[in-house]
């Protein structure tokens, strides 16, 4: 499974940008995730997205950011707004599957990254 980010860019505070992910395949897809990673620290949950549509968001990023699926099942988008200089970071998508019918649990994978940077 490959997993693709793309949309980061630099950007200044207030500004808005559109991070887009795919993956390569949707037989047993499950959830989509945003994770993001800033220097010397541990990388956390943004923004997921269930297969249901049910969706958690990362309490400082509430009211300004919105994950969304695509028209196809296998792309995730997040689109980010009045951006800080703290969003700063490496953005990460992560995919869950269900790797065969029945099974118990599910496999993740992620993409290379995409990095956001935003000037005060």
């Known amino acids: 499974v490959r997993v693709v980010e793309s949309g980061g860019d630099l950007v200044q505070a207030g500004g808005s940008l559109r991070l887009s992910c795919a993956a390569s395949?949707?037989?047993?897809?499950?959830?989509m995730s945003w994770y993001r990673q800033a220097p010397g620290q541990n990388r956390v949950l943004v923004a997921r997205i269930t297969d249901s549509g049910n969706t958690t968001y990362e309490d400082s990023v509430k009211g300004r950011f919105t994950i969304s699926r695509g028209e196809a099942a296998n792309t995730v988008f997040l689109q980010m707004n009045s951006l800080r200089p703290e969003d700063t970071a490496a953005y990460y998508c992560?995919?869950?599957?269900?790797?065969?019918?029945?099974?118990?649990?599910?496999?993740?994978?992620w993409g290379q990254g995409t990095q956001v940077t935003v000037s005060s």
């Open positions: 992560n995919v869950l599957y269900r790797p065969y019918s029945g099974a118990t649990y599910l496999a993740p994978y």
């Open positions: 395949g949707t037989i047993g897809l499950n959830t």
